[in-house]
T-cell receptor, first 115, second 110 residues
Framework: NAGVMQNPRHLVRRRGQEARLRCSPM?????VYWYRQLPEEGLKFMVY????????ESGMPKERFSAEFPKEGPSILRIQQVVRGDSAAYFC?????????????FGPGTRLTVT | TQLLEQSPQFLSIQEGENLTVYCNSSSVFSSLQWYRQEPGEGPVLLVT?????EVKKLKRLTFQFGDARKDSSLHITAAQPGDTGLYLCAGYAGDYKLSFGAGTTVTVRA
């Protein structure tokens, strides 16, 4: 099963620490999207990346958050100096192209808890 | 403010009953997708509807896309406990970013 893979599935960090979330897209997919899901809310778009390029980061907070998708290896969502409000489920999705007729396939998510 | 409004927020029914979940917007969508999400897991794509007025059937699930491509519905016939989950609608409003509704939590009691 070559689905979207995310790790870790659960991550606990103390306030002020860094969180690194990893995402490997489906085989053959070169477009990666990160979404955040807060309790009782739908998923919210954060950032869209292609290999070595950030295409759209309009949904990502300007401070403390960054994302990358290197030529080799998984996409990384990095949150520096985490605060309690960062606690959420973070999902990665991938698609073969980035057109509005193409479906995005989601990974199982990383549940971040900030204590 | 959600671009896509889902109703109801919660739905609890007995096994064998039918249910309908609605997804509405004032915006036009080029396509709309329905996902089901179980606790601790990611959303799993059920269907994509593209054409206004389109109806798609997936076993006991029927999906409709409104003629104006602003709304959609999901109807489940003879619901089973295995249909329990969070149902999410999501759409593209002109670019590659999926906009999601807040979801409908469906519980089917045995």
């Amino acid at each position: 099963n070559a689905g979207v893979m995310q790790n870790p599935r659960h991550l606990v960090r103390r306030r002020g620490q860094e969180a690194r979330l990893r995402c490997s897209p489906m085989k053959g997919h070169s477009h990666v999207y990160w979404y955040r899901q807060l309790p009782e809310e739908g998923l919210k778009f954060m950032v869209y990346l292609q290999k070595e390029n950030i295409i759209d980061e309009s949904g990502m907070p300007k401070e403390r958050f960054s994302a990358e998708f290197p030529k080799e290896g998984p996409s990384i969502l990095r949150i520096q100096q985490v605060v309690r409000g960062d606690s959420a489920a973070y999902f990665c999705a991938s698609s073969p192209v980035a057109l509005d007729s193409y479906e995005q396939y989601f990974g199982p998510g990383t549940r971040l808890t900030v204590t | 403010t959600q671009l896509l409004e889902q109703s109801p927020q919660f739905l609890s029914i007995q096994e064998g009953e039918n249910l309908t979940v609605y997804c509405n917007s004032s915006s036009v969508f080029s396509s709309l997708q329905w996902y089901r999400q179980e606790p601790g897991e990611g959303p799993v794509l059920l269907v994509t509807v593209v054409t206004g007025g389109e109806v798609k059937k997936l076993k006991r699930l029927t999906f409709q896309f409104g003629d104006a491509r602003k709304d959609s519905s999901l109807h489940i016939t003879a619901a089973q406990p295995g249909d329990t989950g969070l149902y999410l609608c999501a759409g593209y409003a002109g670019d590659y970013k999926l906009s999601f509704g807040a979801g409908t939590t469906v519980t089917v009691r045995a």
